[in-house]
């Protein structure tokens, strides 16, 4: 195969008309998917020759549309997609930042400390395992020594009580 000495024009251009027919498309659409673009693309465009999937287009807006954003739709677990400027995004993004403001319980997330804190905490957590591994090795030299009383011969049948009374 010859050496390729070409500016990449042609790439250029394709990568230009589907960056310019997503905005286009995303602008009359807000709140569509990845999946609703490929089909936008590919059947009602007819840019069926630029191999589209919803991972490329996933990979492409972020790096080729910075005037799109996206939010995630918890209901579908998918990204939907929108232009910055439209009245989607401004709902979108108040009712992220009013949740932000107002969420409580046990899945808010614990505040951000400083580099004292995390070390008062390791030390903590290291007393607290060697305290563990202390108790640990006298529970286990305890059931030693009363397996090496009990098994080890040196008793006597009476003295465990399990033996004939003579």
């Not at 007819?46 to 490329?56: I, Q, S, Y």
């Not at 949740?99 to 400083?114: D, F």
């Not at 286990?140 to 040196?154: C, F, H, K, Q, V």
């Amino acid at each position: 195969m010859p050496p390729r000495y070409g500016t990449g024009s042609q790439k250029e251009a394709r990568r230009d008309r589907v960056r310019q027919e997503v905005i286009k498309f995303v602008k009359d659409n807000p709140g569509s998917s990845a999946q609703s673009i490929v089909a936008y693309l590919s059947v009602d465009v007819g840019l069926r020759n630029h191999g589209l999937t919803p991972r490329k287009i996933g990979f492409f807006i972020p790096r080729y549309c910075p005037d799109i954003t996206w939010y995630q739709d918890h209901a579908a677990g998918r990204r939907v997609y929108a232009a910055k400027e439209s009245n989607y995004a401004q709902n979108r993004a108040d009712k992220i930042r009013s949740y932000a403001e107002h969420r409580t319980g046990p899945h808010t997330p614990k505040p951000q400390v400083g580099l004292a804190k995390l070390a008062e905490r390791a030390s903590q957590s290291a007393a607290e395992m060697t305290a563990a591994k202390a108790n640990h090795a006298s529970a286990t030299s305890l059931a030693a020594s009363m397996a090496l009383g009990n098994l080890g011969g040196t008793s006597s049948r009476s003295d465990t009580g399990l033996g004939a009374e003579s």
